[in-house]
């Protein structure tokens, strides 16, 4: 059973996505995230913030990398808005238009700092 947001699965139903068949947790690791993976999960920015954990919904457009400086390991995506709209045309869109989005639109995430599980819409 996946621990998911009214408004995500609400978002599943409109993409044709069944929240229990094609969702599937997966582990914060480096080998288990790809890019083009559609991931959900909740994030705690900073210990200040610990109850802000919205959950958040986001395409992967870079590999997951560790920080040379920090250790982090970093996820770097783009937000897919809960509005609702998306078809897998336009998701395969936005996958393939990543080189030409601006760096602005992309959202570097601490992997220690998502709270829980990372879930993979398959």
Same mark, same amino acid.
């Given at each position: 059973?996946? =621990? @998911?947001?009214?408004?995500?699965?609400?978002?599943?139903?409109? &993409?044709?996505? +069944?929240?229990?068949?094609?969702?599937? $947790?997966?582990?914060?690791?480096?080998?288990?995230? %790809? /890019?083009? +993976?559609?991931?959900?999960?909740?994030?705690? $920015? =900073?210990?200040? =913030?610990?109850?802000? =954990?919205?959950?958040?919904?986001?395409?992967? /457009? %870079?590999? /997951?990398?560790?920080?040379?400086? #920090?250790? *982090?390991? @970093?996820? #770097?995506?783009?937000?897919? $808005?809960?509005?609702?709209?998306?078809?897998?045309? *336009?998701?395969?869109?936005?996958?393939?238009?990543? +080189?030409?989005?601006?760096?602005?639109? &992309?959202?570097? &995430?601490?992997?220690? *700092?998502?709270?829980?599980?990372? &879930?993979?819409?398959?």
């Amino acid at each position: 059973m996946t =621990n @998911l947001s009214k408004k995500l699965i609400s978002f599943l139903e409109g &993409y044709g996505k +069944d929240h229990i068949v094609d969702v599937t $947790p997966v582990p914060k690791s480096i080998g288990s995230i %790809k /890019v083009g +993976d559609l991931l959900a999960f909740s994030y705690r $920015p =900073n210990d200040k =913030n610990k109850y802000l =954990n919205g959950q958040r919904l986001a395409l992967v /457009v %870079k590999p /997951v990398i560790k920080d040379a400086k #920090t250790g *982090n390991l @970093l996820l #770097t995506v783009v937000k897919i $808005p809960f509005l609702g709209g998306f078809t897998s045309a *336009n998701l395969d869109e936005l996958y393939k238009s990543r +080189d030409s989005l601006p760096e602005g639109s &992309y959202r570097t &995430y601490i992997m220690s *700092n998502i709270i829980g599980l990372l &879930y993979k819409i398959t």
